[in-house]
């Protein structure tokens, strides 16, 4: 397949580098040039450029929380009650638990996922939302797919 410029933006060195960032984003520039056929200069070059264009907006570690003695992760649908927007917002940024929340279209216009310890760890965050909000929750069981790039072509 072809990659499309006038539609992503990106050539195929671009896409090449890209897939490659998101395999291993802790490769050095030396070592992530032999692997698309560049300089390392060039390389840094690129990234740069793709940094600017706000293409690649940053590195960052994937966690895995079970690891850390969060065992239970689950998605929160969450409708705020009439009037109570701006304060179920607040209430979720301020949430220490719930590690990274969506505004989304339909009835429930935030869907969050949270990770907490156990059991009566997720009531107690439920409930502090519980006033000002109706939720519903989805214990995750699995992860299907692995967070990946959108198609680059």
């Known amino acids: 397949m072809r990659l499309q ?8 060195l671009d896409a090449r580098i890209l897939s490659e960032i998101d395999r291993d984003a802790r490769l050095p520039m ?3 040039a032999r692997l698309v056929g560049m300089s390392a200069p060039g390389v840094a070059e690129r990234v740069r ?3 600017a264009a706000g293409v690649l907006k940053g590195f960052s570690a994937e966690i895995d929380p079970r690891a850390i003695g969060y065992a239970i992760r689950a998605m929160v ?5 009439p009037g109570k927007l701006h304060l179920v917002e607040r209430l979720i940024d ?4 719930i590690v990274e ?8 216009p ?14 107690t965050v439920l409930e502090a939302l ?20 959108p198609p680059l072509r």
Request: aromatic residues 2%.
């Open 130 to 149: 519980a006033e000002h909000a109706v939720t519903s929750t989805a214990v995750i069981k699995s992860q299907a797919v692995r967070r990946r790039l």
């Open 77 to 81: 649908r969450i409708r705020p009650l």
């Open 5 to 12: 410029p006038a539609a992503s933006g990106l050539d195929a």
């Open 94 to 97: 301020d949430c220490p638990h």
């Open 110 to 123: 935030f869907l969050a996922q949270l990770v907490v310890r156990d059991v009566e760890e997720m009531d």
């Open 101 to 108: 929340c969506l505004k989304i279209t339909g009835d429930d």
């Open 30 to 32: 030396s070592e992530l």
């Open 49 to 51: 450029r793709l940094e």
